[in-house]
């Protein structure tokens, strides 16, 4: 396994996650229950890492991630629970919810 992203957060994370996996990518969440557990580590020992598990797919996963990071200054917020979403998403991370098209 590689690690592929680190987050700044636990929603961010599971985005990642969610997009990757939309496309075919195993991935794995390491750090996802770091919030209540800080103590004496380091911030940088805690945030949310997104591992890939096929070697094969790791190429794929940085140019997903590469076009996440682009694209994500553009938002879409969802109707259902208003979370925001990137826009090249279809449905929403949080809640399945079909996005609104963005053009
Ligand atoms: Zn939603």
């Given at each position: 396994?590689q690690?592929v ?5 636990i929603s961010?994370a599971?985005l990642?996650?969610?997009m990757?996996?939309?496309a075919?990518v195993s ?5 996802d229950h770091?919030?209540?557990g800080?103590g004496?580590?380091p ?8 591992w ?6 790791l190429?794929?996963?940085?140019s997903?991630?590469?076009?996440y990071e682009?694209a994500?200054d553009?938002?879409?917020?969802c109707?259902g629970?208003t ?8 449905i ?7 996005l609104?098209?963005?053009?």
């Amino acid at each position: 396994m590689q690690r592929v992203f680190i987050a700044s957060g636990i929603s961010e994370a599971r985005l990642v996650q969610q997009m990757l996996e939309a496309a075919g990518v195993s991935v794995r969440l390491f750090n996802d229950h770091a919030a209540g557990g800080l103590g004496e580590l380091p911030a940088t020992e805690t945030w949310p890492e997104v591992w890939v598990e096929r070697q094969h797919q790791l190429a794929y996963a940085h140019s997903l991630i590469r076009d996440y990071e682009h694209a994500s200054d553009e938002t879409v917020d969802c109707k259902g629970c208003t979370e925001s979403n990137p826009v090249t998403f279809e449905i929403c991370w949080n809640c399945q919810e079909p996005l609104p098209v963005v053009n």
